[in-house]
């Protein structure tokens, strides 16, 4: 029951509308904060932003307790260029889980995204680190797990927009 619940949401939250730049929950690549606000009612400005070190992108936007049919909330965290569009959308657990729970959202969330999507383009899987990779239109959908020695757990799925323009790197 709870995967079925994980695969409606999942669905739901990451409808494709038809442009090809579509990322997660009717955002697209390219949008504004204003835009991504009105999209997105609940989104609010984080006080503690985080930046992603590869590319500079600021998280600018979040909305916090999301239902994936998870056991955990989880919070999508929306970042945006130096210019201010939006580029990447993070879904994770908003609380810190375990190595036997993180592991098994990731199953989920997988299961989820293989059911969406379909077999993924390449997918890596040990005991403590995981990474499937798939693509819809230019928007590139990694899923991630990984554990650092039972100490440090995370899960999370990365929608990323221009797919075809970023290459395999994020």
Known sequence: MK???????IAALSTNVASAQSLWGETRSGMTVDEA??????AFTPSDPRTVAKT??????????LDLGAVEKFKASLYFSKTGKLQQV???????VNSYS??????????????KYGSPLNVNSKPD???ATWTSGKTKIEAFYSNFMDTVTIVQVVYTGDAIALGSGL
Do not use: H, W, Y
């Open 3 to 9: 995967f079925c619940c994980l695969v409606f949401a």
């Open 37 to 42: 606000k009105q999209i997105q009612p609940l």
């Open 90 to 96: 993070t879904l994770a657990p908003m609380a810190s």
């Open 102 to 115: 993180g592991r098994s959202i990731f199953d989920s969330l997988f299961l989820g995204l293989k059911a």
């Open 129 to 131: 680190q995981a990474l």
């Open 56 to 65: 500079g992108n600021i998280e600018l936007l979040r909305v916090e307790g």
